[in-house]
């Protein structure tokens, strides 16, 4: 733990990897999480090939150039083969990878749907530990499932890119909702004003609230309209803390958060092969069969790792 409270890069991988095996380290994470609450979060979703890679670096770079910290998270698909991380985004931010003060983790999704990893949680509440004042969530870029991003970022930017339908995807997808930011992303291209226009007035058509998500358009190679990209966070921070909406994030997130905990560990508790009755598997091949119906199938196996707690309890 003193390694990762000193920010030492090799304790804070070591932690994260203890953090993605399966079952966590709940130890580990126990004496830090009185540590977290200081950095803040950003989230940054968007479609495969919107160039969110390289708008991550460019804001990790303005970052740095007002002095703070960055942690960076990129979610990536995982081989199905290895269950590792395809992308491995050490290589595509190669400009900021060697700087002490920026700390880049992919992780892999392991089958964990939504556009995060299971330990994304975790893996924030430790770079936030070590210090890190900014860490930057990016996700695996699946499109109309990235949502669970607005479960564990305190501002989510949505990136679009003109010319791919992006204003049609983003009524389908539902991340209208979740954007606090938009950024319409490659700029220089044909479409970025329409884009913009679109989006404006779909924006339009939105329920009244306290904050109308600004358009920023940007070009991530070249960094144009990435300190505005920045300002709109802040912004958005300032309007968090300004009222009773802060509060209700928090509450939001704590509760994604605990849900998220229960399921992985009732899961693990069912797939457990020792189980009495047989447990999944035995469940698995009655349900294959026809001889239980799933509903009543979940129900038993809920009993049973119900009363197995109970047994573990009394003795």
Do not use: C
């Not at 930057?136 to 305190?154: R, S, W």
């Not at 995807?169 to 226009?197: C, P, Y």
């Not at 300002?231 to 958005?236: E, G």
């Not at 698995?284 to 309890?313: C, I, M, N, W, Y």
């Amino acid at each position: 733990m003193e390694g990762v409270l000193a920010g030492n890069p090799r304790a804070i991988g070591r932690a994260i990897s203890a953090l993605e095996r399966d079952g966590g380290a709940p130890d580990l994470l126990a004496p830090l999480f009185a540590h977290t609450g200081r950095s803040r979060t950003l989230g940054i979703t968007g479609p495969p090939g919107a160039g969110k890679s390289t708008l991550v670096q460019r804001l990790a770079q303005a970052y740095r150039r007002g002095g703070r910290r960055v942690g960076i998270i990129a979610v990536d698909p995982s081989s199905p083969y290895t269950g590792g991380a395809i992308l491995g985004d050490r290589i595509r931010m190669s400009e900021i990878y060697t700087d002490p003060g920026v700390f880049i983790r992919s992780m892999a999704t392991r089958g964990a749907l939504g556009g995060l990893a299971r330990a994304t949680w975790d893996a924030a509440d430790v770079l936030d530990a070590a210090g890190y004042d900014v860490v930057i969530l990016e996700t695996v870029g699946v499109g109309q499932g990235e949502v669970d991003i607005v479960k564990a970022a305190e501002t989510v930017a949505v990136v679009l890119v003109p010319g791919l339908g992006d204003d049609i995807q983003a009524i389908k997808a539902g991340i209208l909702e979740i954007a606090d930011v938009f950024v319409v992303n490659k700029a220089d291209r044909e479409g970025a004003s329409r884009a913009e226009t679109e989006l404006s007035m779909m924006l339009d058509l939105a329920p009244p609230s306290g904050w109308r998500p600004p358009i920023v358009r940007t070009v991530a190679p070249s960094a144009s309209g990435v300190p505005e990209a920045v300002d709109a966070f802040a912004r958005h921070a300032e309007h968090l803390r300004s009222g009773t909406e802060g509060e209700r994030r928090a509450q939001r997130r704590a509760r994604a958060r605990l849900l998220a905990v229960l399921d992985e560990r009732f899961r693990r508790e069912v797939e457990a092969p020792s189980r009495a009755g047989g447990g999944l598997a035995a469940a698995v091949a009655r349900v294959a069969a026809r001889q239980e119906d799933p509903h009543a199938a979940s129900a038993r196996l809920f009993e049973e790792v119900v009363r197995g707690r109970e047994r573990k309890t009394d003795s």
